[in-house]
C-alpha cells in the first residue's frame, strides 16, 4: 500500500489491505479540497470529498466516486485523477511478470509499452479499464479508513510548495 506523512490512517485499514489479493481500493476522505473556502460548515460537510470504488448489490466494483464529475472510465483514467493512497498491491505486480491473473499488468509490461511513459493511474495495471478485476476493500467502500489531509507547504515557506 502507498502511504506517506500527510495521511491518517484508520487501524482497520492494515487489517483490509491484508485482505488483498492482487489489486485492491477503498475509500479516502480527502480533506482541505480546494473550492470549499467559501461554503459554511453545514455545505461543507454535505461536500466532503471522498474518492473510492463504487460497487453495485453483489459487492463488485460498477465506478468511482470521486471529487471531480467524470464522463466515463476513459475520462477516470485520461486525468489521472485517482489518488494512488486509495489503492494496495500485492508486490508481483511490481517485480513479477509471472503468475499474474489474466486481465491485470505487471509494473515492467506497463512500461514495456512505452518505456518513457510514466504510470499516471493504478487502473493502468488493469487491462482495458476492466474495474472489475480490482478488488473493493473497507466494506465495498463505504467505509473510509483512510483521510488524506492535502498538505503542502505555503508558498512563502523554506520548503518547496507541492
Known amino acids: 500500500m502507498f502511504v506517506d506523512d500527510s495521511n491518517t490512517h484508520s487501524l482497520e485499514l492494515f487489517e483490509e489491505t491484508r485482505k488483498t489479493k492482487w489489486l485492491g481500493a477503498f475509500s479516502i476522505g ?8 467559501n461554503l459554511d460548515e453545514k ?5 466532503l470529498p471522498v474518492q473510492g470504488p463504487k460497487c453495485d448489490r453483489n459487492g463488485h466494483i460498477i465506478g468511482w466516486y470521486t471529487p471531480r464529475k467524470l464522463k466515463d472510465m476513459s475520462d477516470l483514467m485520461a ?6 493512497v486509495g489503492f494496495s498491491f500485492n508486490a508481483r505486480l511490481l517485480w513479477e511478470d509471472q503468475g499474474i491473473p489474466r486481465g491485470l499488468r ?6 514495456s509499452e512505452n518505456y518513457e511513459s510514466v504510470i499516471q493511474s493504478p487502473l ?4 482495458r479499464n476492466n474495474i472489475s478485476l480490482i478488488e473493493p476493500l473497507g466494506n465495498c467502500g463505504n467505509d473510509v479508513l483512510l483521510w488524506w489531509q492535502r498538505v503542502e507547504a505555503r508558498p512563502d515557506s523554506k ?4
Open 30 to 37: 480527502l480533506l482541505q479540497h480546494s473550492g470549499t473556502e
Open 159 to 162: 520548503f518547496p510548495s507541492k
Open 106 to 111: 505487471s509494473w515492467n509490461e506497463i512500461l
Open 79 to 84: 486525468r489521472s485523477v485517482l489518488e494512488w
Open 124 to 127: 493502468e495495471f488493469v487491462s
Open 43 to 47: 455545505d461543507y460537510g454535505k461536500m
